[in-house]
């Protein structure tokens, strides 16, 4: 295993970025960036053994500072959406961002994805932390967060988030990569298998906001317990996927700690993707839109053209107390973690 470092450009405010190489003994690898703690690549070798780069992105930080796709990032302080931009946190209602039509998503005007994060090389991963401001983007405490990034030689990216405040506030984080199993410059992921460890789902309304009501994916197009194509029913006649013509939804996870959400599998290319986490939900994602005119090599990716699966907890979680608890407080740090595995599948 080696890690390598390189400059990535400098960011507005004047700040060094860094790129950081993590590359096993079989030359798979995973780049990440301090500038918004982002997955820049993810090359892992598909059935006939070709490195393939199955994460988008783009090739320069300038490109990423202009980012409106969250490519690769970490984003917070409330990844997902928070209704109208409103919480009320011990008696006192605190008024954030609205930046996704009526709502507030991914922490704001300036969320974590749009700060340069301190970075370091410990043993076989790279660590990048931050601290969040008391009242930044309108949330309440001082809020310190790391990341750490971890590449093994059997093709498995480890994921692990601390945080921890000196005063109550909310917090909800993820990684917002968008995974294209065929390579990132490849065409539709409708042809992907998916199978999503999910006996339920957290209903939405035309904004994408979830409404508190919990729906049984049995006998709807959400029901992805059994793997099938992403394309099989993206388009079916069913309410939930009418507001964005695509999936865009949490789905409860069935099993509490770390252990197995989803997995995704490319017929062509033969590789498959498998997503351990201990969050309660992973927010399926399938934009409906290119993403970016202009990602790696200057290439307009496709609609349809990439899947997300954000582990995290559930959006709107402020307004509904019956969700799990986004509340975070002094003395109680917030630990998780999510894998993601890569192999290949033989072709039948």
């Not at 790129?19 to 030359?27: A, R, V």
């Not at 967060?145 to 945080?163: G, K, P, Q, R």
Request: glycine residues 8%; contains cysteine.
């Amino acid at each position: 295993m080696s890690i390598t470092k390189q400059p990535f450009g400098t960011t507005s405010d004047g700040e060094a970025a860094w790129l950081y190489c993590l590359k096993n003994s079989e030359g798979a690898s995973v780049t990440v960036t301090s500038y918004g703690c982002r997955i820049v690549s993810i090359c892992v070798p598909d059935r006939d053994g070709q490195l393939r780069d199955i994460c988008l992105g783009y090739d320069t930080l300038a490109e990423y500072e202009k980012d409106t796709a969250s490519f690769g990032a970490v984003v917070g302080r409330h990844a997902n959406r928070i209704r109208k931009g409103e919480f009320t946190l011990n008696g006192t209602t605190y008024h954030l961002a609205i930046n996704n039509g009526p709502n507030h998503l991914h922490g704001g005007l300036r969320g974590f994805h749009y700060y340069n994060w301190s970075s370091q090389i410990v043993g076989n991963s790279v660590r990048f932390s931050r601290v969040s401001p008391d009242g930044e983007e309108g949330y309440p405490g001082r809020l310190s967060m790391s990341v750490t990034y971890c590449w093994s030689e059997d093709n498995e990216l480890v994921i692990s988030y601390e945080a921890s405040t000196d005063a109550d506030t909310v917090f909800n984080t993820t990684n917002h990569a968008y995974f294209n199993l065929d390579g990132e410059d490849a065409d539709t992921v409708l042809n992907h298998m998916l199978m999503i460890n999910a006996d339920q789902f957290t209903e939405t309304d035309e904004n994408d906001l979830t409404t508190g009501k919990i729906l049984d994916v049995e006998g709807t197009p959400m029901d992805f317990r059994r793997a099938k194509a992403i394309g099989q029913d993206i388009h079916a006649d069913y309410y939930q996927l009418k507001y964005s013509r695509t999936y865009d939804h949490n789905f409860i996870l069935r099993d509490s700690g770390l252990s197995e959400a989803a997995v995704l599998y490319s017929p062509d290319s033969g590789i498959r993707m498998t997503c351990f986490t201990d969050q309660p939900g992973v927010q399926l994602y399938v934009p409906a839109s290119s993403p970016a005119e202009h990602g790696k090599n200057g290439r307009c990716y496709p609609a349809y053209g990439s899947v997300c699966l954000e582990t995290q907890h559930f959006p709107n979680a402020t307004s509904h107390p019956e969700f799990p608890s986004v509340i975070l407080r002094p003395g109680e740090p917030f630990h998780s973690k999510t894998i993601y595995h890569f192999s290949v599948t033989a072709k039948k």
